[in-house]
T-cell receptor, first 112, second 114 residues
Framework: QKEVEQNSGPLSVPEGAIASLNCTYS??????FFWYRQYSGKSPELIMF????GDKEDGRFTAQLNKASQYVSLLIRDSQPSDSATYLC????????????FGTGTRLQVTL | DTEVTQTPKHLVMGMTNKKSLKCEQHMGHRAMYWYKQKAKKPPELMFV???????INESVPSRFSPECPNSSLLNLHLHALQPEDSALYLC?????????????FGPGTRLTVL
């Protein structure tokens, strides 16, 4: 069973702080990693993807991948109340023809 | 145009009804997907179409019937659904199927089965 694990939260951070969201996956044979943001009642929105070990930065967002530890994370700098949402980690395993396995999501609350 | 559109936004149907969900993208993507999402759960893959051919069916009951008439359009035909099929149905597309392709979701159709 290929699994993706996330802490369900809520993760509460004050406005302006760094939010750190973590995700672990069970199968070393994975190739693509995605972070989606989902507001309540809305559809998932892709915010970051990463394919290689290391860090990838896009604006206030940084994705970090460590394949040896089977760990992917998302850092949100200067957190804003509008960042309050559920963040879904998704992993594409090798040979599954674009089948994404999603974690259960971490709910982030950014407080004033 | 970087959008995936879905119609209708909301659908209420009885267990004996036949209805269809529609999804459209004009990004030139050749892979399209149907997902089902229940409240407070992650999306679950139902079907994958690659170059208008069904490539993955995640053992979905036959009361759900997908169709891909062309590379821009994806339908999901619904018949004899059960109340437990009530969920948010999400369509997604990606440039290709098969690795290293970001999937973009449409806004979803919220389905209620009475």
């Amino acid at each position: 069973q290929k699994e993706v694990e996330q802490n369900s939260g809520p993760l509460s951070v004050p406005e302006g702080a760094i939010a750190s969201l973590n995700c672990t996956y069970s199968d070393r044979g994975s190739q693509s990693f995605f972070w989606y943001r989902q507001y309540s009642g809305k559809s998932p929105e892709l915010i970051m993807f990463i394919y290689s070990n290391g860090d990838k930065e896009d604006g206030r967002f940084t994705a970090q991948l460590n394949k040896a530890s089977q760990y992917v994370s998302l850092l949100i700098r200067d957190s804003q109340p509008s960042d309050s949402a559920t963040y879904l980690c998704a992993v594409e395993y090798t040979g599954t023809a674009s089948k994404l396995t999603f974690g259960t999501g971490t709910r982030l609350q950014v407080t004033l | 145009d970087t959008e995936v559109t879905q119609t209708p936004k909301h659908l209420v149907m009885g267990m004996t009804n036949k209805k269809s969900l529609k999804c459209e993208q004009h990004m030139g993507h050749r892979a399209m997907y149907w997902y089902k999402q229940k409240a407070k759960k992650p999306p679950e893959l139902m079907f994958v179409y690659s170059y208008e051919k069904l490539s993955i069916n995640e053992s979905v009951p036959s009361r759900f019937s997908p169709e891909c008439p062309n590379s821009s359009l994806l339908n999901l035909h619904l018949h004899a659904l059960q109340p437990e099929d009530s969920a948010l149905y999400l369509c997604a597309s990606s440039q290709q199927a098969g690795g290293f392709n970001e999937q973009f979701f449409g806004p979803g159709t919220r389905l209620t089965v009475l």
